[in-house]
């Protein structure tokens, strides 16, 4: 395909993906929204400014109530600092906030693709050749509708990672190390990233984020005092890993079908439990702490091979190796909610760029990756609520495993890249 076709093919691609983004994502994710997670947010900023703990379950259910809000509601599962950043939201109506947000979330969605495009675009590639591209899976993406119906934070954690991986491709490890702190402060899981510039003895971009993280707790005892940090360790105990729940609120978030944890895949299979939405899953057997067992093996297994495929040079920077630990970031946690696989479209765009440059192998599994990621799925009906059909609760989950597998497999194809995105070895993926 030469220049002039590709650019062609960008801008159809760009029409037709923005028109149907449009409608799954501004008209379906905004008019029929749940705003479950929104709620929430809108709250802790509520109460932030007033010096309510809004951790506390009784005290933001009661809030909804006075608020006259009427839709669903989750827990305040963020560091206080976020509160904080949530206060001047709060100061509108709820549904003016909401439109705000709403607003927000997409420009930093298109912010992230503005960097993704410019990271993976080739000298010869036009632009819009890859905008078109991510348009056209932008379109029918579903965590994406999701994440704007619910009110979900992913396009800003999007932001977070892809614009530190910009920064650290372009030497600006201090910058970068500050934005990851920034995404810890609002939202702990980004911390892991800090971990990965550790091991690449990046320590200016490891202490830069843990000055900003500092910072932010600082601003937080100042405003909000000693006390919401009760709160915030309660919290965090009833999310603890593998036994995720608010119990004040009877709802249980480990075992939930909509979580593709790999922890919540072997509490499904390997213990019987309940959910007060979708009742009984039973798997093969009873047993929870073989559960337990499994799912602390699994994390440690995959921080090992993160941490043994990666190169130790600071001088040295592959975007193929921090997609990987992204990846890392969604699959160690207990919680991976279907719509967080937003967050996986820096390590799907660097897989597309292999898949597009004719050297790779096995192209049909990265379609049947993005594919299943892509697709509305319902987790909970019931010939998935016993036996060995728990699996299938985790299908999303499996399609992020394939993912992984055509990076790993492709990881040394040579792909010709822009000189805006400079490495310092010929080797495209890990050594």
């Not at 009784?58 to 839709?71: A, G, K």
């Not at 510039?197 to 910072?215: E, F, H, N, P, T």
């Not at 009873?286 to 093996?297: F, G």
């Amino acid at each position: 395909m030469n220049i002039n076709q590709k650019k062609a093919a960008g801008i159809l691609l760009c029409i037709i993906g923005f028109w149907f983004y449009c409608q799954s994502s501004l008209n379906t994710g905004y008019q029929y929204a749940t705003r479950n997670d929104f709620a929430h947010l809108y709250l802790a900023g509520y109460l932030a400014e007033r010096g309510g703990d809004f951790f506390d379950a009784n005290l933001l259910l009661r809030t909804r109530h006075h608020l006259q809000i009427q839709t669903g509601l989750n827990p305040y599962v963020y560091p206080p600092f976020f509160a904080i950043l949530l206060i001047p939201l709060s100061k509108f109506s709820y549904d003016m906030a909401w439109t705000l947000f709403t607003l927000l979330s997409h420009a930093a969605y298109f912010a992230s693709l503005a960097l993704l495009v410019r990271m993976i675009r080739r000298d010869e590639d036009e632009s819009i050749f890859w905008w078109g591209i991510l348009m056209a899976l932008s379109a029918c993406f579903y965590p994406i509708t999701k994440t704007y119906s619910a009110g979900q934070m992913n396009t800003f954690m999007l932001l977070v990672i892809t614009g530190s991986a910009y920064l650290l491709s372009k030497k600006r490890d201090m910058e970068a190390g500050a934005l990851i702190g920034l995404g810890a402060a609002i939202k702990i899981a980004p911390a892991f990233l800090l971990i990965y510039c550790l091991w690449k003895r990046k320590w200016l971009a490891a202490a830069s984020g843990l000055v900003i993280i500092l910072i932010s707790m600082i601003i937080s005892f100042s405003m909000l005092g000693v006390d919401i940090y009760g709160g915030f360790l309660n919290m965090a105990k009833d999310m603890g890993y593998g036994s995720s729940t608010w119990a004040e609120y009877n709802q249980t978030y480990h075992i939930d079908p909509y979580n593709q944890a790999p922890s919540a895949m072997w509490y499904r299979l390997c213990a019987s439990t309940e959910t007060a939405q979708f009742g009984v899953i039973q798997g093969i057997m009873n047993a929870p702490v073989a559960a337990k067992v499994l799912s602390y093996l699994t994390a440690m297994v995959i921080l090992a091979l993160l941490l043994r495929s990666t190169r130790r040079s600071s001088e040295s920077f592959t975007i193929n190796e921090y997609a990987f630990w992204t990846l890392g970031m969604l699959l160690l946690p207990s919680l991976l909610w279907d719509h967080y696989l937003v967050q996986a479209m820096l390590a799907v765009a660097i897989a597309l760029q292999v898949a597009l440059s004719g050297n790779s192998k096995y192209a049909f599994l990265l379609g049947i990756a993005i594919a299943t990621m892509a697709m509305p799925f319902v987790h909970y009906h019931p010939l998935y609520r016993s036996g060995i059909m728990t699996l299938v609760m985790s299908l999303k989950l499996f399609a992020l495993l394939i993912l992984i597998g055509y990076l790993w497999i492709n990881r040394n194809v040579k792909c010709k890249e822009s000189s805006d995105y400079p490495t310092d070895s010929e080797e495209y993926g890990f050594s």
